[in-house]
Structure formats: structure tokens, C-alpha cells
T-cell receptor, first 114, second 115 residues
Framework: GAGVSQSPRYKVAKRGQDVALRCDPI?????LFWYQQALGQGPEFLTY????????KSGLPSDRFFAERPEGSVSTLKIQRTQQEDSAVYLC????????????FGSGTRLTVV | GDSVTQMEGPVTLSEEACLTI???????????LFWYVQYPGEGLQLLLK?????DKGSNKGFEATYRKETTSFHLEKGSVQVSDSAVYFC??????????????FGTGTLLAVQP
């Protein structure tokens, strides 16, 4: 597609509920990143995929967070047993390999846990 | 670890005023440096980048120079417009053995331009 597409745009979850956030990267972009952006803060790295391989998950805050990209294209970020502190905007970005290119970000999913 | 520090906002300017948003970084290697912009209700957009010392990135009248000696990448514009009102993020990307080139962001600076 023309850009990185994320869905849903907004998600309200009750505390303890599981949620799944979807990211459709730009076609041909092998690198895919997930970031978490708390209100008034800069995005923070969660995890990185190169094709289907999850090469770095050092930013995932707890074992309740899980990401997958089984066919090297669409990725899903799953949060189990959501807590209030999980409320944030979750951003997906994709790029060609190499830091020189910069990344294309999606518009994000705003998760609110009540 | 690697980090980015940028000036706190909000920065409020009148139209046609000069803009400088300071950004300094700490990195063990030789990072690439970026400025991203986030307009209200929209996602992050790459504004400009520089990949090595003394490079100048520029776009839409904005520019920033990669200064290794002062570890800085300040964003400048000579004459701002109301449409430049947004949150600006400084970021760096450092290769870690080629495995991850994740971005490390500053906290963002809100720019409000008044007519």
C-alpha cells in the first residue's frame, strides 16, 4: 500500500481484557518496528522484525506483550490482561533495511484501558 | 545507553519569526540523526535527516546540521508559518551490530505559531 496502515484507530479495553493491534507495512519493507508513545512523551521502542524474524524484543515492557509477523508482512501486537499503564498510542513503522532511509510511521492505535 | 535531549516546550512564536529547537544526543557509535514532525491528529512524518558529521539535512525550509563536536542537531527555520504548528521530535538511530537500527526519540517540543 501507499503507507503504513494500523487498525483499529482507537481501542477502549476494560482492565484485564486482551487486545490485538494490527499493522500493515508498506509493501516490500522488510523492517518493521513497534513503538509505544505515552501522553506527552516521545515514542519508545518495543520490538523489531526483519521479515518474519523477531530480532529484537528488548523493549517489550512485560511478558503480557507479544508481537508476531508470521509471513513477513502484516504484524500483530497483542497485549494480554491489559492494565491502566498500558494506555498509550502504539505506533508501527516500516522501512527498507539500514538506518539511512528513515522510517514510515502509521497513524497509530490509541489504546485506553479503563 | 544512547539518548536524545531536546528543549522543552511549548515554543510560541509569531508568524515569520525565526525558530530554533535545540537537540543534543549521547551515543557510543556514529548515529544517524533525524527530525520527525507530528501534526495534530496525524502520525509521525520524517522531516529531515543527516547520516554523518557535518551533513546538513533540509526540507520545507527547515534545516539541521549534524555537529559531532557538540553532539547536537538543532532544528532551525528562518520564517515560521501557522501551518508549522506541530510537535517536533529529535531522534537518533544507531546500528547495533547490524541487528537493530531502532530509533531513540527525545520527548518532543510543541511549536505553536500565532498569526
Amino acid at each position: 500500500g501507499a503507507g503504513v496502515s494500523q487498525s483499529p484507530r482507537y481501542k477502549v479495553a476494560k482492565r484485564g481484557q486482551d487486545v490485538a493491534l494490527r499493522c500493515d507495512p508498506i509493501s516490500g519493507h522488510v523492517s518493521l518496528f513497534w513503538y509505544q508513545q505515552a501522553l506527552g512523551q516521545g515514542p519508545e521502542f518495543l520490538t523489531y522484525f526483519q521479515n518474519e524474524a523477531q530480532l529484537d524484543k528488548s523493549g517489550l515492557p512485560s511478558d503480557r506483550f507479544f508481537a508476531e509477523r508470521p509471513e513477513g508482512s502484516v504484524s500483530t501486537l497483542k497485549i494480554q490482561r491489559t492494565q491502566q499503564e498500558d494506555s498509550a498510542v502504539y505506533l508501527c513503522a516500516s522501512s527498507l533495511p539500514g538506518s539511512n532511509y528513515g522510517y514510515t510511521f502509521g497513524s497509530g492505535t490509541r489504546l485506553t484501558v479503563v | 545507553g544512547d539518548s536524545v535531549t531536546q528543549m522543552e516546550g511549548p515554543v510560541t512564536l509569531s508568524e515569520e519569526a525565526c525558530l530554533t529547537i535545540n537537540c543534543t544526543y549521547t551515543a557510543t557509535g556514529y548515529p544517524s540523526l533525524f527530525w520527525y514532525v507530528q501534526y495534530p491528529g496525524e502520525g509521525l512524518q520524517l522531516l529531515l535527516k543527516a547520516t554523518k558529521a557535518d551533513d546538513k539535512g533540509s526540507n520545507k525550509g527547515f534545516e539541521a546540521t549534524y555537529r559531532k563536536e557538540t553532539t547536537s542537531f538543532h532544528l532551525e527555520k528562518g520564517s515560521v508559518q501557522v501551518s508549522d504548528s506541530a510537535v517536533y521530535f529529535c531522534a537518533l538511530s544507531a546500528f547495533e551490530g547490524g541487528a537493530t537500527n531502532k530509533l531513540i526519540f527525545g520527548t518532543g517540543t510543541l511549536l505553536a505559531v500565532q498569526p
